[in-house]
């Protein structure tokens, strides 16, 4: 059974920092590609960071220079570190092996002075 499970959202002052995240289990992890998605009220889930089981990574526009994606093999988990974070960055967070779907219950991220 693939289990995913998302933490270290939260409220944060605009322009603070969060680190998210997201523990696999039930999956040969080090094989997939994972995605950091993001839901906000309203609107479509998007797909803000992606890192190759090589460590090629590419960014969500909006987000460049800002959010760094990492992962680490060993521990079946991958990161996001988020910094300079704006009241937009508020929402749910999501990660997810690449072509699958399979999800976690995300995190709350929430960006507000």
């Known amino acids: 059974q693939v289990q995913l499970v998302e933490s270290g959202g939260g409220l944060v002052q605009p322009g603070g920092s969060l680190r998210l995240s997201c523990t696999a289990s039930g999956i040969i992890f080090s094989i997939y590609a994972m995605g950091w998605y993001r839901q906000a009220p309203g609107k479509q889930r998007e797909r803000v960071a992606h890192?190759?089981?090589?460590?090629?990574?590419t960014y969500l526009d909006s987000v460049k220079g800002r959010f760094t994606i990492s992962r680490d093999n060993a521990k079946n988990t991958v990161y996001l570190q988020m910094n300079s974070l704006k009241p937009e960055d508020t929402a749910v967070y999501y990660c997810?092996?690449?072509?699958?779907?399979?999800w976690g219950q995300g995190t709350q991220v929430t960006v507000s002075s």
């Open positions: 997810n092996p690449i072509f699958t779907n399979y």
């Open positions: 890192i190759s089981g090589d460590d090629r990574t």
